[in-house]
């Protein structure tokens, strides 16, 4: 069961408008409000995964790039070992 994702009704509105008029512009179509609310639907139920799991992948990489950065201070901060003189 997939995930529908909660945006704020005000969000939701705008995004409504912003599908209408992609349509309008880009096909020359009228489409009403319920249309675009289908639509919006549409997009973050079946594709708004695939681009929401790209932005954890991309957050994965980022993490483990800075991981890699804090591990390599940490290594610098590293005291040597005394010799010990027997």
């Known amino acids: 069961m997939s995930k529908v994702y909660q945006i704020s009704?005000?969000?939701k509105k705008?995004?409504?408008?912003?599908?209408q008029t992609f349509f309008y512009e880009e096909r020359n179509e009228e489409i009403g409000e319920l249309a675009a609310e289908n639509?919006?639907?549409f997009v973050m139920s079946e594709?708004?995964?695939?681009?929401?799991?790209?932005g954890i992948s991309d957050a994965i990489g980022m993490t483990e790039q800075k991981w890699i950065s804090i591990e390599q201070d940490l290594e610098a901060l590293k005291k040597p070992d005394?010799?010990?003189?027997?």
């Open 39 to 41: 639509v919006l639907h």
């Open 9 to 11: 009704r005000e969000k």
């Open 14 to 19: 705008e995004l409504i408008e912003r599908i």
């Open 82 to 86: 005394p010799e010990v003189n027997r």
């Open 47 to 54: 594709i708004g995964p695939t681009i929401y799991n790209a």
